[in-house]
Nanobody, 116 residues
Framework: VQLVESGGGLVQPGGSLRLSCTASGFTFSNYDMRWYRRPQGKERELVAAITSVRGITYYVDSVKGRFTISRDNAKNTVYLQMTSLKPEDTAVYFC??????????WGQGTQVTVSS
């Protein structure tokens, strides 16, 4: 089982990034997908989620209207489009997959730094 994130980097305030997470080793379409982030020295928080079947989305209040989560089951990939980025969005972003049972998988994380 693998979740591989990509797309992180350094961006100026107000800029945009798109994170990708490509899955392998399990039936991607059966899994709810989530993006978490962990700012340096702080707790990890759930940023966005998308359900497996109906594609229902959830966002933490701090990113509503700026971030969009989506998934492409044909490509086994979930995306996080981030716009109007702020310095407080700086964090390591992690991809997470979970099914209705006990299975939970994590990616290795990708660093997003918002700074001028």
């Amino acid at each position: 089982v693998q979740l591989v994130e990509s797309g992180g980097g350094l961006v100026q305030p107000g800029g945009s990034l798109r994170l990708s997470c490509t899955a392998s080793g399990f039936t991607f379409s059966n899994y709810d997908m989530r993006w978490y982030r962990r700012p340096q020295g702080k707790e990890r928080e759930l940023v966005a989620a998308i359900t497996s079947v109906r594609g229902i989305t959830y966002y933490v209040d701090s990113v509503k209207g700026r971030f969009t989560i989506s998934r492409d089951n044909a490509k086994n990939t979930v995306y996080l489009q981030m716009t109007s980025l702020k310095p407080e969005d700086t964090a390591v972003y992690f991809c997470n997959a979970r099914d209705s049972g006990p299975n939970v998988y994590w990616g290795q994380g990708t660093q997003v730094t918002v700074s001028s």
